[in-house]
Every structure is written in C-alpha cells, then in structure tokens.
C-alpha cells in the first residue's frame, strides 16, 4: 500500500502555455513503472480552460462540481455536469474547462507514453469557446 501524504503533492498554477485562465493543478497519483497511470484533479475559475490537445492512450475526466464544457476537434460543445465522465479517445484532439459563470473541478485521468501524458497545442480562441468554430 502507498499513502501519498499532502504535502507531497502541493498544489500548483497551471502554466498559461496549456491554460486560459486561471487553473489549479492538485497530483492525486503518479504511478512509478511499470505502472502509467496518473490523476490529477483540476479546478477552473469561471471560463478558465485547456488548450487543444491529446493523449496518446485517451483520457477520462470525472466531472466533481460545476459545469464542465468538452469539445473535440470538429465537434460540438458539450455541457458535462457533476458526477458525470467523460472518455476521450487516444489521439482525439479537444479541449474542456469551466462555463462561463461557474467554477468547475474534475478528476482527470491518463496514461503515458514513454513518459508524455498529453500532447499540447494551440490554445482555444475566444470564438471557439463561444461556439463560433
């Protein structure tokens, strides 16, 4: 058994490379090898969001409170709302983040890839989260 104590897993600002708005990281688990697996939960100011990315073996996020928005590449925006998951597909380019209005958390959990959990990239304009692709 491993108990991970708080205060070895601070948490940490979410850098504004991968994030609009202000977004707060706090380490649930990181598995050492052979194991892969990490999670994370991630609370959001109002409108604050991730940019476009993906995992390499997909993503879940577990909805804790708020309202979450997801949407994939060349999808529609989607309201998810607490106690609700969402599976994201390895390699599926999306983005999710807080409604605007409302602050929002989730758990959120992947896998690596020879090391990489995510794969980032442009940032989600202010049109697209507003719906206007």
Not at 22 to 50: D, L
Request: charged share 15%.
């Amino acid at each position: 058994m491993i108990i991970v104590p708080l205060a070895q897993a601070p948490t940490r600002k979410g850098p504004a490379s991968y994030f609009t708005g202000n977004v707060w990281q706090e380490p649930i688990y990181e598995a050492k090898e052979p194991s892969n697996i990490r999670a994370v939960r991630v609370s959001f100011e109002p409108g604050a969001r991730t940019a476009w990315h993906t995992h390499s073996l997909g993503q879940v996020i577990h909805i804790v409170n708020g309202i979450c928005l997801v949407q994939s590449w060349g999808g529609k925006i989607r309201e998810i709302m607490p106690g609700e998951t969402c599976y994201f597909e390895p390699g599926e380019k999306h983005w999710h983040g807080a409604a605007s209005g409302h602050f929002m958390c989730h758990i959120a959990i992947q896998e690596a890839v020879n090391g990489s959990h995510v794969n980032w990239m442009e940032h989600v304009s202010d049109a697209q989260y507003g719906g206007q692709n």
